[in-house]
């Protein structure tokens, strides 16, 4: 089977005939998989007494983290090696190959920075930061003179 791509007639490539030859080439998958930075999606969320901090990042291991704090930067790396076992396959494409990212986040000044906790659990790496007693939200009733 041979795929092919065809202009849709909105272009004039009269005028420039390599138009086709270049967009076909910097829209490849292959290409512009490699020409864009490849970072995992990420849910920040607070409340009462923690941050709370997602990272979708499935197919890794937890071996493959590393979470580093330097002052109040709280940095998330991650690195695989791809696995070269082609010896019984050919691929016409492979698109498996999660190199490494890093993420850094700025921490508040209202984070503990002696109680943080990471879990990976079913592609998500959860890391929760706990607040400092003075930060936690006051709650009280205030009467009315």
């Known amino acids: 089977m041979t795929l092919v791509k065809f202009s849709n007639g909105a272009k004039n490539t009269a005028m420039n005939p390599f138009t086709d030859v270049f967009e076909s080439f910097f829209n490849d998958s292959f290409v512009s998989d490699r020409m864009t930075s490849k970072v995992p999606a990420v ?10 901090i997602e990272l979708a ?6 071996e493959d983290f590393k979470i580093n ?3 109040y930067v709280l940095s998330v790396s991650a690195e ?3 696995e070269n076992n082609q010896a019984e396959k050919r ?3 492979r698109e498996y190959s999660y190199a490494s990212f ?3 986040f700025t921490l508040p000044e209202t984070a503990n920075q002696e109680k ?3 879990e990976y659990l079913d592609g998500i790496l959860k890391i929760t930061v706990a607040k400092k007693e003075e930060a936690k939200f006051l709650t009280r009733e205030i009467s009315i003179k």
Do not use: C, Q, W
Request: proline fraction near 3%.
């Open 102 to 104: 890093v993420r850094s």
């Open 116 to 118: 943080i906790d990471a």
């Open 57 to 62: 990042v499935p197919g890794l291991k937890k």
């Open 80 to 82: 695989k090696k791809a």
């Open 69 to 71: 704090l330097d002052k």
């Open 43 to 52: 849910n920040i969320a607070e409340t009462e007494n923690d941050f709370h």
């Open 91 to 93: 691929y016409s494409k």
